[in-house]
């Protein structure tokens, strides 16, 4: 089980995007994740009419190290460490260190 997954809002907390915010698009098996709006480059294009893809310099998400992001806690509006529990009924859950909410329902 990882502590980032599809769809959680995180905080980034290095790197050129230090303090912005965004939702985990993809999680790559790297230990790097695709966080939406965050750490846009320039990649120039090739078109190809065959397939439709028009030919320039695009904006494309690249992935960022999962280390420097934070989960964001939805609670307290403050970025926040996660853990895992097991509960009563043998599931293994995610949940914030500060307040010990359970992310996964």
């Known amino acids: 089980m990882r502590r980032l997954r599809k769809g959680d809002r995180v ?12 939702t985990v698009d993809v999680v790559l098996p790297n230990g790097k994740v695709v966080v939406g709006g965050i750490n846009m480059v320039k990649k120039h294009q090739r078109g190809n009419p065959q397939a439709g893809i028009p030919g320039g310099i695009i904006d ?11 989960h964001l806690n939805p609670a307290t509006g403050k970025r926040d460490r996660i853990g895992f529990k097991i509960l009563e009924d043998g599931r293994k859950v995610r949940y914030y260190k500060s307040n010990g909410e359970v992310l996964d329902k």
């Open 11 to 22: 905080v980034v907390i290095a790197g050129k995007d230090k303090g912005r915010e965004g």
């Open 60 to 70: 494309k998400e690249m992935p960022i190290d999962a280390s420097n992001v934070m």
